[in-house]
């Protein structure tokens, strides 16, 4: 008697899982090739290697550039170790400025001075002093990154809101009528091994 419970009992148990078996077989996959691009014979563009202006006459000029570190600027000082090699190389110096107190007597002496992704925003008197620099003849370097921005979330809603370093230049810019977006441009043709970096060939002077 045990042992014919035994096997209705097995049987109970076997038989819906071979039922559902048999209900959605459709016989062994069949594993279908999937065509993959042949990147071993894909050749990305790179950038040059070496000393671009070694064999070039560098022209050799003075002047002092300023580069702003006063306004909690998004950058690292190995990412214009390549501008800043340029630099010295024409015999230009290049000098930080860490506290605003001291922009309008630094720019007194300076040739240039270059903001990088500003993360906090210039005011109106530094704007008049910036403004003054270069109507008398002083240069304005401006750069900003579209992956550069804060991002702040609201404690309550949990909503979060992307500030982007050009709401923070063009304030700066608009003093010389211009402007910029938070995005990029693009050259898919001719670039500098990646088509976020483009070449710029010829420039046209503004003020």
Request: glycine residues 6%.
């Amino acid at each position: 008697m045990k042992k014919n419970l035994y096997w209705i009992a097995l049987a109970a148990f076997i038989i819906p899982i071979l039922a559902r078996g048999l209900m959605f077989y459709r016989g062994f996959p069949n594993q279908r090739k999937v065509a993959t691009p042949d990147y071993q014979a894909f050749i990305s563009s790179q950038p040059p290697i070496g000393d671009i202006a070694l064999n070039k006459n560098i022209e050799q000029t003075s002047g002092v550039i300023l580069f702003d570190l006063a306004h909690a600027n998004q950058y690292q000082p190995a990412d214009v170790k390549s501008l800043q090699e340029a630099i010295e190389k024409r015999g230009g110096k290049v000098e930080s400025i860490s506290d605003a107190t001291s922009l309008e007597y630094k720019l007194k002496y300076a040739s240039t001075l270059t903001v990088i992704s500003p993360s906090t925003a210039f005011s109106a008197d530094e704007i008049r002093i910036i403004k003054a620099f270069v109507q008398r003849g002083g240069r304005l370097l401006v750069f900003t990154d579209a992956t550069h921005g804060l991002v702040y979330t609201d404690f309550f809603s949990g909503s979060t809101i992307s500030y982007p370093d050009t709401n923070l230049v063009n304030p700066l810019l608009t003093a010389f009528d211009i402007s910029v977006n938070n995005d990029y441009l693009y050259n898919i043709e001719e670039h500098e091994g990646n088509f976020r970096n483009i070449y710029f060939e010829s420039f046209e002077k503004m003020i």
